[in-house]
């Protein structure tokens, strides 16, 4: 899986996942630190990366905009450890893979998951 890490979780985070064996990189390494996440967002549709973050932002913007991408998975009530992170990430992505490729905002929190299809449609 192509990941994107935001700046919201260590670059630890992605070398870790890269080790594991999916394509990932961190905003830093971009040179996207301190960028909008528009722009952030943008760039994991155009290189169709799944952005990893903690920051609720992202679902916002996908929600009020009515977007289709980018995917993201949304750690919330993960503790800061690079171990915990890494973790739950390589613990969820198998069983939520085909729905991120499909479109999705994927929260993880600490006892469970839950999935958001996208484009996300209140009405």
């Known amino acids: ?38 722009e952030v967002m943008a760039l994991a549709v155009a290189d169709e990366r799944v952005l990893v973050t903690t920051d609720t932002d992202f679902g916002t913007i996908l929600a009020l905009t009515g977007a289709t991408g980018p995917s993201v998975l949304l750690l919330r009530g993960i503790r800061d ?4 992170r ?13 729905v991120l490729s499909e479109g999705a905002v994927v929260v993880i929190e600490p006892d469970r998951y839950r ?4 484009p996300i449609d209140d009405a």
Not at 21 to 28: C, E, I, P, Q, S
Not at 86 to 98: A, I
């Open 86 to 98: 890494v973790d739950v990430l390589l613990d969820v992505l198998p069983r939520v893979e085909h």
């Open 1 to 38: 899986m192509r990941l994107l890490v935001d700046e919201a979780l260590q670059d630890a985070v992605a070398h870790r996942l890269a080790v594991a064996g999916h394509d990932t990189t961190h905003v830093r390494i971009l040179g996207l630190a301190g960028h909008t996440d528009d």
């Open 81 to 84: 450890a690079v171990d915990e």
């Open 115 to 118: 999935i958001r299809y996208l």
